[in-house]
């Protein structure tokens, strides 16, 4: 059983979050303070579902900060009542895997925990990539550099990983988005870029190539 870590300050909001995702076969722990969650980091579930927006000082940044520093692999789903492209990719630089706009369907929140357990914990194979110095373990999403390790996000790793496999493939800004954020993710395509200017700053060795205008190739 996956453990979800909840934290949202509407009490109403969380408690019914809490049912839906129990009846899903979640097991689902919720904070309402951020304090809280950074001291709960240490229990490293196996999902977040964060506000940004708390009622004490620490919020859903400062959070996944803390997260990013412990383990650059456990995925996180921000929610906001903020509606605002700058929210989201900030959010997405930080590192989450998702974004929700509040008020949300329950329902879609769900399938989206559903989507993001599948693909980070059950569609892992034992298959080792190399390209180059860089040792790819896809069953631990473990990247190495000559032994030593690079911390990637979820999001960076799926999208090394969909490079790697199709290797001199061109893929479209909008191929990506589908690829790695999945179909049901409406924003900008400018994610896209932010996300290979972090992976390439992390693995500068990636033959990755912009294409004017419609994407990216690895070769």
């Given at each position: ?115 993001i357990i599948k693909r980070v914990y059950k ?19 473990l990247v190495t550099s000559k032994e030593k ?35 049901d993710y409406f924003g900008s395509d400018r ?29």
């Open positions: 059983m996956y453990t979800i870590c909840l934290v949202e300050d509407e009490v109403d909001l969380s408690t019914l979050i809490k049912a839906y995702l129990e009846k899903a076969g979640y097991n689902v722990v919720c904070l309402t303070k951020g304090k809280d969650a950074i001291e709960y980091i240490s229990k490293n579930p196996d999902l977040w579902i964060l506000d940004i927006m708390l009622a004490d000082d620490i919020n859903g940044y400062d959070i996944i900060k803390a997260i990013r520093e412990k383990d650059s692999n456990v995925p996180v789903i921000f929610t906001s009542a903020r509606d605002q492209d700058l929210d989201k990719i900030l959010g997405l630089e930080l590192g989450s895997d998702d974004y929700l706009t509040k008020p949300y369907s329950t329902k879609e929140l769900v399938l989206r925990v559903n989507k569609d892992n194979n034992s298959d080792v990539i190399t390209y180059g110095e860089y040792s790819v373990d896809m069953s631990k999403r390790e690079i911390k990637l996000t979820t999001l960076e790793f799926d999208l090394l990983v969909l490079f790697l496999k199709h290797l001199d493939k061109s893929f479209s800004r909008e191929e990506i988005l589908n690829e790695v954020w999945g179909l994610v896209v870029d932010d996300l290979v200017r972090r992976l390439r700053k992390k693995m500068p060795k990636l033959n990755l190539n912009a294409i004017y205008g419609y994407g990216y190739r690895l070769s």
